[in-house]
């Protein structure tokens, strides 16, 4: 039997951070610190200031986003419970498991969210009407 995904399926993951005098180097690798393969990176930035993303859900893709400068915050939505993680430091991301509904806001002037997916781009993936997404929700 499958589980119906919820928000708290979604957690921040802690990356390393390498230091030394010259700044600061984080690596996110497959099968070490990320539960599935990169097939596909792409990053939001020139967001105005204060400005938003998202309003939708994927069936299927996996993501890591990560505020690779600059903040914002991501609100999760499962059908049921909500909740907002906010991300500000580039060694912190945000795994979201399919199904799950968000919307990106608050973003700081000059911000970059930077995207880890576990698949290709893939239309047919999204769910952009929030009705269908808490009926998709119902039956899944
Ligand atoms: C997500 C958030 C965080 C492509 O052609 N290929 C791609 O790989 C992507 C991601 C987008 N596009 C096109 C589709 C739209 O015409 O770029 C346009 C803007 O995409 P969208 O409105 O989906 O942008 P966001 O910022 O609302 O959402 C994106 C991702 O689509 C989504 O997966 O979780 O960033």
Known sequence: MRTRSTI????VIELAKIHNRAGNITVVEENINLPFPIKRIY???DV???GERGGHAHKGLQQLLIAAGG????????????KVVGLNRPYF?????????REL??????????????????KSDYLRDYDEFRNYKIKN
């Open 48 to 50: 105005p200031g204060g």
């Open 93 to 101: 991301g945000l795994l979201i498991v399919p199904g799950i509904w």
């Open 8 to 11: 708290y399926n979604c957690n």
């Open 105 to 122: 806001i608050n973003f700081s002037s000059g911000a970059i969210c930077l995207v880890l997916a576990s698949a290709k781009y893939d």
């Open 71 to 82: 903040s914002f915050d991501v609100v999760l939505d499962d059908g049921i419970n909500k």
């Open 43 to 45: 990053y939001l930035y």
